[in-house]
Structure formats: C-alpha cells, structure tokens
C-alpha cells in the first residue's frame, strides 16, 4: 500500500473518539480465495478500505501504524455483513480477527511526478524508480461530471492513422471503442495515438494514460519499451497489471487509471487513456463476483457489469470553460471472438462509447493494415472536431472507398469492364493503398493532409497501383525538403488557405515532372 495513504489513515485515525468503536469494528467470521466475510462494520461504505488487527495485543491505533498494516476493500455491503477483498497477504487473516473502518475510499496517491512511471493500480510505483512525491490523492471510483458542467467536443485528437483522422476523426473527451478479434492490431493502434502526441504542441499536448488489464507481463515490458523509444514515455503513465495477478487487481486497474486522468483534468488538462483491454476486465469482475457469490447473470457476468461499464466511461468527458474545459478521451479496447460483436460484454461497450474503430482479421490477413473495416467503424461526434484542412480533403476518400467497395463485389464477375470502370477500381485501389500504414509510425495530420490532397488531385494517376506508397513517400519527402513553408502553413493554420492550395497543385505538378518517366520504377 502506499506510503502517502497510509500515513493519511494513520492522521485520521490518530484523532477517532474510540468510544464509538463499536459502529466501526468488526469481526472476520470466514475468509478464502482473499475475501473476508465480516460481521459488523453496519456504517462501511461500498470500496471504502478497511485495517485487520492481526490480534498480538496491540491497540488499534498501534496496528494501523506498523509497517506492515493489512487492509482490505468494502465491495460487498449485505444485510448483517459486509465482503471485503484483501489488499496483501490474505492468508495473514484469520476467523475472529478484529478489523477496523478507515472511513477513507480507496485512493491512488497522484501528483505531476506519475508521468513517466509505471504504477499499480493502488498507486505503487513498480517501476523500481522509487516513490512519487506528493501529497495528493484521488478516489479511485467518484461520480462522473454531469451535463451542466460539461460541454461539446470540438477540438481532435489525433491518432497518427490516416485511415481514422480521416474518416472516423476522434474529438478530446470522445469514447470511442477499438474493437477485433485477437491479434488484429488493436493495442498497435492506441499505442500510436499515444506515440502520435509528440507532434502535438507541448502547451495542448494530451497526457496519456495506458492501463494494461491483465495482460502479459513481457507484453507490457516491450509496449513501454516502445513508448520509450519513441520518446512518448515523457508524456505517459502506465497502469499494470499482469495476467497473474489477483482478478480484484484486475477490477481495479481502470478504475484507477480514471482517477489520475481526472487529477490531470481538473487542471484543465487533456487526457487519452487507453484501457486494454475492457474484455479481460469483464472477464476478471466476474471472477471477483463469483468469488463474492454474487448471482450470475447473462453469460455467467455479475447483472451490474453494463453499470460498471457505463460508469466508468462516463467518467471520459470535456469539461466546461468554468472548470477549466480539461477532458479525457477514453480509448477502451474490447476483444471479439470471430467478429461476434453482438455478444453481451461488446455491445454493452458499443452502445456506452460515442463510435467504435471496428479491425477485421481477413483484412488484417490479405495485408491491408491498420485492418481498419471503414464500412462499420464510426465516430458520432468527431467530426465537429476534425480540422478544416482535414475536413476538406477526407470527403473524398470515403465516397472512392465506397464506391471501390461495392464495384469490387461486382469485379469478380465481370470479365469486361468499360474503362469508367476500371479507372474508378484502379482509384480505389490506390486509396486502400494510401490508407495503409505501417504500425509505430504515425503520420501528423498536418502531412496527412498533404498526402490526401495530392491523392484526391492526381498525383497516383499514372502511376501502377504498386506504386502508390512509395510515390507518397516520396513526395512527402520532397514536400518536407523543398516545400516546408506547405506544412508549417497547415500546422499552425489547420485551414487549407487558397495561397496553401496554389502551393499544394503546384507541387503535385513538380512532383509529377519531376518523376515523368520512372513511374514504373520509382526507387
Ligand atoms: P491481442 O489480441 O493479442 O491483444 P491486438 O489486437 O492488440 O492483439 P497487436 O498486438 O496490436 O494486436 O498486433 C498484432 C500483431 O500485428 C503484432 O505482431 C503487430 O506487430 C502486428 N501489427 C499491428 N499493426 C500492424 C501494422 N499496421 N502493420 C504491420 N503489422 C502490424
Ligand atoms: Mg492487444
């Protein structure tokens, strides 16, 4: 437990009237698989932490002051008793022991200091870099910001994935789901968001916020190894928690990632947190309940699952001017089975968040990644939040993509096409080609712009299909060489101006001179 909670119970207790000690102890009548069932504690409340006394004769106050002071969490009030799940050791609790209210919710110890480290999801630092210093916590569960004190979404995050900022444009304060089956690139997409934030300015850059759910420890140790490569480490605070750990660990880990989001926000910061993945935590929170005995419901989950869900995405939000219009973009991820997204735990996520980025195994396997199905994947408030520049240069490539869709069925069967055809498949090849992306290589959206314009003008039409990632890498090349004054335009303005247009087609036009006759073989 931390130290910076722990000497905060321990001020609080220092002043409690033992006199009315009845109402706050109780007594430990049974205990297994780290829940305590215990008699008493009438007034506890739901996740407040409670102490053991471990029963060497030591006074209470004694107890909670020794190093190594066991507590536990409320997260079962019943008629005469109350379940609480061990924080530590629980084979140290025994039948008859006493066990004391603290009065306190479970908090996490935040302050400045979290970024850049790896914590737990009770505020740990397991990072072997030491304790954080500060003074400050925040409830790891609280209710979320209503109506009055929020307002619209209107300013974008950007992913770095030209195939989302384009089309599916995510907005500070969305929730917006990424969704696939096993191994379709899902974390790969969350951790280039985070990696994308570099480019933003250092002023509105995003904190970002990655909470591992019972992923595999190695998994974790190479996706902080990546942040760090790519200098996002700076920026980022990690929230961990491995497969082995116990499920109420599990449960708690998004619980707690919020909780630094929301200090962050509430110094009107913007906040991305990507939690991987909300399908293990579903899975964990029935674990934890079936071991609180709470009756199962729909697919053996707790009825309240949908609750839990809810409430914590509720949480994600754009704060109004008057509280200082911080927000948090929550990025839940959910693992399918086969594409089924109309199983419970997926559609209860689907219909909490504001759109869903959907990744497609075929897809993923015929090399079309990020594996992005555009056809099912929305954001139903991002686009009010989409740049100006972007806005003008993305309608495009969602009428191409649409119309290559529905040709491409009708492909199959026709054997000779007009050339109207066969121009708009070649077209529309060359967009599923430009949308692809390599992964931890996200692109601004100031170079995406660009790069869609010159698409959307002709810069592939000579050119073979093959071609066309090597030919937009080139003249993103040439463009960041000999024509900066383009980006720096779009950066800073977000427009596409007439005087950035002109510049735009005659570039488009140099390029194209330039590479006349080595189309083919573009190097
Ligand atoms: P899991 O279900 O195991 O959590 P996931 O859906 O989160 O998987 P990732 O771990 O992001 O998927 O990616 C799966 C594999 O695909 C990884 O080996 C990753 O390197 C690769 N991959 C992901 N995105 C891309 C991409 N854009 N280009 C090439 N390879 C990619
Ligand atoms: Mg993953």
Redesign the pocket.
């Known amino acids: 437990m931390s130290t910076v909670i722990i000497d905060k119970i321990k001020k609080e207790i220092a002043g409690l009237d033992t006199s009315s000690m009845p109402e706050e102890v109780g007594i430990v009548t049974t205990v297994g698989d780290g829940i305590a069932e215990i008699d008493g504690l009438k007034e506890a409340q739901m996740m407040e932490m409670v102490v053991f006394d471990d029963g060497d004769g030591k006074s209470l106050e004694d107890t909670i002051s020794s190093d190594d002071a066991l507590y536990g969490l409320i997260l079962n009030l019943e008629e005469d008793v109350v379940k609480v799940v061990v924080l530590g050791e629980s084979t140290r609790v025994k039948e008859g022991m006493r066990v004391l209210r603290t009065e306190k919710l479970l908090s996490i110890p935040v302050g400045e200091d979290i970024i850049g480290r790896v914590v737990s999801p009770l505020g740990e630092m397991i990072d072997g870099k030491g304790a954080i210093k500060t003074d400050k916590d925040m409830p790891i569960e609280r209710v979320a910001y209503g109506v009055m004190e929020r307002s619209g979404v209107n300013y974008p995050v950007h992913t770095g994935i030209k195939a989302i900022d384009s089309m599916i444009p995510i907005g500070r304060g969305q929730r917006e789901l990424i969704i ?13 968001t985070i990696i994308n934030q570099k480019y933003e300015p250092k002023d509105s850059r995003p904190i970002c916020i990655y909470v591992a759910i019972g ?1 595999k420890r190695s ?1 974790t140790a190479s996706l902080m190894a990546k942040l760090e490569e790519a200098g996002a480490m700076e920026y980022t605070t990690i929230v961990a928690t491995s497969a082995s750990e116990a499920s109420p660990m599990l449960f708690l880990a998004p619980f707690a990632g919020m909780a630094i989001g929301e200090y962050f926000m509430q110094q009107g910061k913007d906040v991305v947190i990507v939690l ?2 909300l399908s293990k935590h579903a899975n964990a929170y029935r674990q934890m309940s079936l071991l609180l005995r709470r009756p199962p419901g729909r697919e053996a989950y707790p009825g309240d699952i949908f609750y839990l869900h809810s409430r914590l995405l509720e949480r994600s939000a754009k704060l109004s001017k008057e509280l200082g219009g911080g927000s948090i973009t929550a990025l839940p ?1 959910i ?1 399918t089975q086969e594409g089924d997204v109309s199983a419970y735990i997926p559609t209860n996520v689907i219909s909490i968040t504001d759109g869903q980025i959907f ?1 497609d195994t075929d897809l ?1 396997n015929k090399g079309i ?3 992005l199905d555009v056809g099912i994947s929305v954001s139903r408030v991002g686009s009010s939040a989409q740049t100006k520049a972007m806005k003008k240069v993305a309608g495009k490539i969602r009428l191409e993509l649409a119309q290559f869709r529905e040709l491409e069925a009708f492909m199959q069967f026709a054997s000779d096409l007009d050339d109207d055809t066969k121009a708009r498949i070649d077209s529309g090849k060359k967009y599923v080609e430009l949308l ?4 931890n ?1 996200p692109v601004p959206f100031y170079k995406q712009v660009v790069a869609i314009y010159a698409a959307n003008n002709g810069i592939f039409d000579a050119a073979p299909v093959e071609n066309t990632r090597k030919i937009e890498q080139t003249y993103l090349e040439f463009i960041e060489r000999d024509r900066k004054d383009i980006l720096d335009g779009i950066e800073t303005g977000r427009e596409l101006t007439d005087e950035i247009v002109e510049k735009l087609n005659k570039s488009i036009k140099d390029y194209k001179d330039a590479h006349k006759n080595n189309y083919e073989v573009v190097e």
Do not use: H, S, Y
């Open positions: 696939g089956d096993r191994q379709t690139g899902k974390t790969t997409v969350a951790i280039d992923q998994k991987d993945d991820i693992e990744l993923f990644r990020p594996a692809k992306q390599g992964q290589a």
